[in-house]
């Protein structure tokens, strides 16, 4: 029943695809979660069973013992990232389809400067927002940039894997949370001790993975990593009010001297298809550095609105971009605009 309602997903373009005890499957759609009310509604111990069906007897252990548990599982050629959980003493799921390939970045329409700074050979690069908006598939396409063109010795970190990388130019170490290391803080250590060119990190998530991240950025690696932020600018806010305040103003050194870029993004309604990723970059310059060290972080916007020599984008600039390009619509456009005009 399960494979069943994942094809379907698959087949109408969802991103999430969400089964509750008591509740029919419902899909999240670019304009929304929609609830397949046609579909099976199972009870609590019925759609355990189902579940129970794609884990293996360690997961199932897992899942009794912590009442959650991430975990992924492959189908029709696609991979699908698993999350179980227990809700008022019912059980959830939410499987995440992953794209049976990683697109190459060219296909995610973001802008092509981006590629420069790939070569760098250390420094932090961010890419940013919420869940579903694409960020991870931004980072698997520079990593496979990387691949193809630059030799590298390449460390993964994620929870779980994804997308299998095979070697090219580069040299993979792909690390699992729970599989192959104990925690993010465990593998950011000992990759610091393995000689790595790249380190690609799924997600920041907690101080001490940022304090190991800057030090690898300082020393000689090139650190990529997801973040959860509303904008490329609240993105070196939220990095730095993570840490204590007798420590805010040596981070802010270290932090303004290995940022590279932050990439922001969220998807809006493309003109044909399905959706297209909304962006802002700031790129990190004398201007950036500066204004970090000092602590003024409220004159970030307004470096990114007039940076656009130096290949930044500013919302508004990314909107006139992707209308040049006929991927949005006037309505999509004119909508956007005045939305963050609002926050602003």
Request: with cysteine; charged share 25%.
């Amino acid at each position: 029943m399960i494979l069943d309602i994942l094809k379907r997903g698959v087949e109408e373009g969802t991103s999430d695809i969400i089964l509750s005890s008591w509740n029919p499957p419902a899909f999240k759609l670019h304009w929304g979660t929609v609830f397949l009310e046609e579909l099976w509604i199972l009870d609590k111990e019925e759609l355990q069973k189902e579940l129970f069906s794609i884990m293996s007897n360690k997961q199932r252990e897992e899942f009794l013992q912590n009442l959650e548990l991430d975990f992924w599982i492959t189908a029709f050629e696609y991979r699908f990232r698993v999350n179980t959980f227990v809700q008022r003493k019912w059980i959830w799921a939410v499987f995440r389809v992953i794209e049976s390939k990683i697109p190459e970045f060219e296909e995610l329409n973001l802008p092509s400067s981006i590629l420069e700074f790939a070569k760098r050979k250390s420094g932090l690069i961010l890419v940013t927002w919420a869940v579903g908006s694409w960020k991870s598939t931004t980072l698997w396409s520079l990593m496979n940039y990387i691949n193809k063109h630059y030799d590298r010795h390449v460390i993964t970190v994620e929870d779980p894997i994804e997308f299998v990388y095979k070697n090219e130019r580069c040299l993979f170490e792909q690390r699992e949370v729970w599989k192959s290391t104990r925690s993010f803080q465990n593998a950011l250590r000992s990759a610091l001790r393995q000689a790595p060119d790249v380190l690609m990190v799924w997600e920041m998530r907690d101080l001490e993975s940022f304090r190991l991240a800057l030090t690898a950025a300082e020393t000689g690696t090139l650190v990529l990593a997801t973040l959860h932020t509303s904008s490329a600018s609240k993105t070196v806010s939220r990095v730095i009010d993570m840490f204590p305040w007798d420590e805010k103003n040596h981070v802010r050194a270290q932090f303004s001297e290995s940022l590279v870029w932050v990439a922001w993004q969220e998807l809006i309604p493309k003109e044909w298809g399905w959706r297209v990723a909304l962006f802002e970059v700031l790129v990190n310059n004398f201007s950036v550095t500066n204004t970090i060290s000092e602590n003024k972080l409220n004159q970030l916007d307004n470096i990114i609105e007039t940076g656009q020599k130096e290949w930044m984008y500013s919302v508004e600039k990314s909107l006139d971009f992707l209308m040049g390009k006929w991927l949005i619509s006037q309505e999509t456009y004119d909508f956007n605009k005045k939305r963050f005009q609002k926050q602003d």
